[in-house]
């Protein structure tokens, strides 16, 4: 038989746990950003598991700064259309 793996997305709600100690050390403000944080690393997760045999924080550190980078790309647009007088609503 060949061997199972436990799904990506158990290992990284364990990972996510195994952190928690750090977290709740945190002030709340920083505990709250270290949430989204984990939240950004659980939107990832279908894409993290295509990643071969990866080391679990690897693919967390990576959703974390692709989810920043479309947060810092959205930012910029706003950013020049508000420059350029644009409407940023739509």
């Not at 990284?12 to 945190?26: K, T």
């Not at 993290?48 to 924080?57: C, L, R, Y």
């Not at 989810?67 to 020049?80: F, G, M, R």
Request: proline share 2%.
């Amino acid at each position: 038989m060949g061997k199972t793996f436990e799904s990506f997305r158990l290992t990284l709600e364990g990972e996510i746990n195994r952190w928690s100690g750090f977290a709740r050390a945190l002030r709340r403000s920083d505990r709250e950003a270290f949430d989204e944080l984990m939240d950004m690393c659980r939107s990832y997760a279908s894409e993290g598991s295509n990643a071969i045999n990866p080391i679990i924080f690897e693919p967390m550190i990576m959703s974390i700064l692709l989810a920043q980078q479309v947060k810092i790309l959205q930012l910029e647009n706003k950013l020049h259309a508000l420059k350029n007088g644009e409407d940023t609503y739509g």
